[in-house]
Structures are given as structure tokens and as C-alpha cells.
């Protein structure tokens, strides 16, 4: 299982973006806490779309949950049409990280 946290830094031990579409990372990890990738967000800065580009870009990444503090409906869409759950989350990211896998 992949879980993907929009960040606004490399830093696993940051803080959870609040922008989901818009967020400059994507920290990829495994079920065992792993961080197994940092994605830049090529999607972060430009027009409209990102939320659903977003969406696409982490579903082939085969994550399976995805992090943020706010998701636009757009995204939200998106990403329930790829079968990818989401979860709305304010705070540190181990902490997102340890209330996705409970």
C-alpha cells in the first residue's frame, strides 16, 4: 500500500500541505513508514487542471491514499474515479501518516 502527503518541503518531518492540487511535494510511503519516493509537483504553479492532473499522476503511481488538508471537489472526483481514497488531515506528517494506516 502507497500513501501519498502533499508537503510543502522534502522533509518527512514537516507539515501536511493545505493544498492538495497545488502542493510543491508528494511524499510517497509504504505501509511500514517507509518514505519510498519524493514526487516534485510538476502541477504545483500554471493553470487549471491540477487537482485532476494531480489525481491521475498519483493513481499511476499506484498509490492507494492520499493526503492533504483541503482537496478541491474536482480532485476529489478525480481521484474517487481512479479508486484512490483521500483523507482530509491539519498537521504534522507522521502524524497523517499514522492515522492513515490505523
Not at 18 to 26: E, K, L, N, Q, S
Not at 75 to 90: D, Q
Amino acid at each position: 500500500m502507497k500513501i501519498a502527503i502533499a508537503s510543502e518541503e522534502k522533509n518527512p518531518k514537516g507539515t501536511v500541505s493545505d493544498r492538495a492540487g497545488r502542493a510543491t511535494f508528494y511524499l510517497i510511503f509504504d505501509e511500514q513508514k517507509a518514505l519510498l519516493e519524493t514526487v516534485k509537483n510538476p502541477f504545483s504553479i500554471g493553470g487549471g487542471g491540477a487537482g485532476f492532473s494531480v489525481a491521475k499522476m498519483l493513481a499511476d503511481k499506484q498509490v492507494h491514499t492520499v493526503i492533504a488538508e483541503k482537496f478541491g471537489p474536482k480532485m476529489s472526483v478525480a481521484l474517487e474515479e481512479r479508486g484512490v481514497s483521500f483523507i482530509p488531515f491539519s498537521g504534522s506528517i507522521t502524524d497523517a501518516l499514522n492515522a492513515a494506516l490505523q
